[in-house]
């Protein structure tokens, strides 16, 4: 069992940052975060990918509407994972969901069996 805790959601202007944290309760080493990801869903619509980190972090992946404004890290001896968010747009504004899995297509939902509650990120125009 992997439980999810996501952080640091707020209000921002645009053009602003933030960073976004979710620490999972797994110690160690777990095949259930082999691959850990960011989700998002707007009011009124789906749960989009926006990007994803394997294990040992050597390949990520991104929504192509975040590629160069957003960056995925992982810190495996804190079991965590991070979204920095720069230069952000009234339409980067949803919930935020950080989701683990044990490996599979990084962008499709499925690949990820265990969600935190998500955390709002609001960006002003």
């Known amino acids: 069992q992997v439980q999810l805790v996501e952080s640091g959601g707020g209000l921002v202007q645009a053009g602003g940052s933030l960073r976004l944290s979710c620490a999972a309760s797994a110690s160690g080493r777990t095949f259930s975060t082999a691959i850990m990801g960011w989700f998002r869903q707007a009011p009124g619509k789906e749960r989009d990918f926006v990007a994803a980190?394997?294990?040992?972090?050597?390949?990520?992946y991104y929504a192509d509407s975040v590629k160069g404004r957003f960056t995925i890290s992982r810190d495996n001896a804190k079991n965590s994972v991070y979204l920095q968010m720069n230069s952000l747009k009234p339409e980067d504004t949803a919930v935020y969901y950080c989701?683990?899995?044990?490996?599979?297509?990084?962008?499709?939902?499925?690949?990820?069996?265990?969600w935190g509650q998500g955390t709002q990120v609001t960006v002003s125009s």
């Open positions: 980190i394997n294990w040992i972090a050597s390949n990520t």
């Open positions: 989701a683990s899995g044990a490996g599979g297509l990084a962008a499709a939902s499925a690949t990820y069996r265990y």
